[in-house]
């Protein structure tokens, strides 16, 4: 008998979620956007996250919320059409730092779409061939030494990163070493202030429930906060683990923390720079060396907003960005940080997070000054420049668009401009 004997969509899996589930869709949403399109892979993502679906299921749900291969979607789409969304992702670089796959990568976070790598080269070698010219590496490289790590959240490692403290923005992170995935980017006052550096290590530790086996940091004075934590964390909640036998925290060199040092590199030639080239546009209208400056609080509640903004969505992208594999590193590649981190053991890897009292990391997060520690102006003030701003009802702020934002809020934000 012919026709469809499953109309309904559900395969051999008695719990299959229902084709409208939402939940589903927007991981396969995620997933696509993340270029994650091996069904096998798809279903065991879905697994751990508690829901069951043949690769076939994969299939047909991908196809029906319209999520396309590279090489369908750039068939798809008018070539004026292609075009339109290379360049909007150029026009975020003007230094030209960002290859094609970069490129790539921006179209498919911002747009859920996936061009082909030809076209977007062929594309962008018709709007910038110099661009080509410029991201030929020629810097001089130090000497790095293999990382060996045992799993997810056997090590982290943080750091901070000063290439936009000079304009007033310096900004500290954290990785997992295992898998490469960013754990945390913030923006903030001053990432030499122990306190904060603590604040943000305890955030992390409740953000993910536990803490690592160990964590890294360079010997700053800074990080001797998150050396006491680690510490007492551990021995509080891993007595197991000697700490005279394992150190729950060393210190290293800064060139020598290989992960955060190559972090920060991609992050300052593929988004750092191109900020400073933003901020110079509106130097005519605000001067960050006149002590005379009146308007200071609203470029510190208008910039660090969107640096931060921007950096989730950086996380975000370089979190999803497929790592090429590489058969002489010792460390997994061939798939995404996130891919790697839910699916660990697919890729040899043992979780080693060590689960703490979350009631204490909230505790001691009050103690140590709470989220102003990482606010540029006080809560009175961010609440009226929010309110400000969304009278403005602009539809999204942008490095394009802030110098904008800023004259329009300032009169509201101060009557007597």
């Known amino acids: 008998m012919g026709g469809n004997n499953n109309p309904d969509g559900k395969n051999q899996f008695s719990n299959c979620p229902a084709k409208d589930d939402k939940k589903v869709e927007e991981l396969l949403r995620q997933y696509h956007q993340e270029g994650i399109s091996n069904r096998r892979t798809i279903s065991a993502m ?6 069951i679906m043949g690769e076939k299921t994969v299939d047909r ?3 029906a919320f319209g999520l396309f291969s590279s090489g369908l979607q750039t068939k ?14 150029m026009a975020k670089d003007p230094t030209s730092r960002q290859g094609p796959m970069t490129v790539k ?26 661009g080509f010219e410029i991201r030929d590496p020629t810097a001089k490289k130090v000497h790095r030494v293999p990382v060996v790590c045992l799993g997810p959240n056997h090590k982290w490692t943080g750091d901070g ?6 304009i007033g923005f310096p900004i500290w992170g954290m990785r997992d070493v295992w898998s490469g995935k960013w754990l945390g980017l913030w923006v903030v006052p001053s990432n030499r202030y122990k306190v904060t550096v603590a604040y943000l290590y305890l955030c992390l530790v409740e953000t993910y429930g536990g803490i690592p086996i160990q964590s890294t940091t360079d010997c700053g004075s800074e990080t001797t906060r998150v050396y006491g934590f680690a510490n007492a964390l551990r021995e509080a909640f891993a007595p197991e ?18 992960p955060m040092e190559r972090g920060w590199l991609r992050l300052r030639l593929q988004w750092g720079d191109n900020v400073k080239v933003f901020w110079e546009a509106g130097a005519h209208l605000y001067n960050s060396d006149d002590p005379r400056q009146r308007y200071v609080e609203l470029v510190h509640w208008l910039w ?3 640096i931060q903004k921007e950096l989730d969505y950086l996380r975000k992208r370089l979190n999803g960005h497929k790592i090429r594999y590489d058969k002489n590193k010792i460390l997994p590649s061939g798939a995404s940080p996130n891919t790697m981190m839910k699916l660990h053991t697919r890729y040899g890897g043992e979780d080693g997070l060590i689960p703490v009292d979350l009631g204490l990391i909230g505790q001691l997060k009050e103690e140590l000054g709470g989220p102003g520690l990482t606010q540029f102006v006080d809560t009175p003030y961010a609440e009226r420049a929010l309110e400000v701003f969304q009278s ?26």
């Not at 990163?161 to 000079?166: F, S, V």
């Not at 700490?243 to 290989?258: G, Q, V």
């Open 241 to 258: 683990l000697p700490i005279s036998e394992l150190p729950a925290h060393r210190f290293l060199k800064s060139i020598h923390n290989t």
């Open 161 to 166: 990163h000063d290439k936009l403290a000079e």
């Open 46 to 51: 879905l697994r751990e996250e508690g829901i």
């Open 105 to 130: 990568e921006g179209v498919a976070y911002d747009n859920g779409i996936h061009l082909t790598r030809a076209v977007i080269i062929n594309e962008m070698r018709a709007l910038d061939p110099k």
């Open 304 to 306: 660090p907003t969107l």
């Open 76 to 89: 798809l789409l008018h070539e004026s059409e292609r075009r339109q969304l290379i360049v909007d992702q």
């Open 392 to 417: 403005l009802n602009v539809e999204k702020l942008t490095f394009q668009n802030v110098w904008e934002v800023y004259k329009a809020m300032m009169p509201l934000m101060y009557p007597t401009y």
């Open 61 to 63: 749900r991908r196809k």
